[in-house]
């Protein structure tokens, strides 16, 4: 029982009575638990920045949805407008992942006030724009987008 057991393939390795003769006195484990924590630290700090950067895409993604539904939408009130000569005074259109409903106001002078809703499935968003159309031209002239 007293004896240590070495790796036969190492030419110096054999069976020996003596202790090791070269003990680290525990020198392994706080250096081990050291390299562990530099690991852990440096592991942590790059899953934050991974899941940071997902959520800075996913808010990218949805702002940019937001604005094409918004310009899509003003396009076709504005083929509805130049067509028909007046807008309708509620409205709807249906998107791929959302809803956008437009209502307008009646014109004052030679500018005629619009409001959209917008109401995306994705995460429950909702947003609000409000656009000023011109009644000679029958096109828009002002954009105001707010949450």
Known sequence: ??????????????WTATPMKNNEKGFTYPLTLCLLILFLLFFSGRVEQLLSGRKMAQETKIIQ???YYFLS?????????????TLPIKGTFKFGKGTMD??????????????????????????NGRGYFDTRTKRLTKWLEFK
């Not at 029982?1 to 054999?14: E, N, V």
């Not at 939408?73 to 000569?85: L, N």
């Open 102 to 127: 437009y209502q307008s106001e009646t014109p004052i002078g030679y500018s005629q006030k619009v409001n959209f809703t917008l109401q995306l499935n994705i995460g429950k968003v909702t947003a």
């Open 1 to 14: 029982m007293g004896k240590r057991l070495c790796c036969y393939s190492l030419p110096f390795c054999q």
């Open 73 to 85: 939408s003003v396009k076709k009130v504005e083929v509805i407008f130049q067509k028909s000569g």
């Open 65 to 67: 949805l937001e604005e």
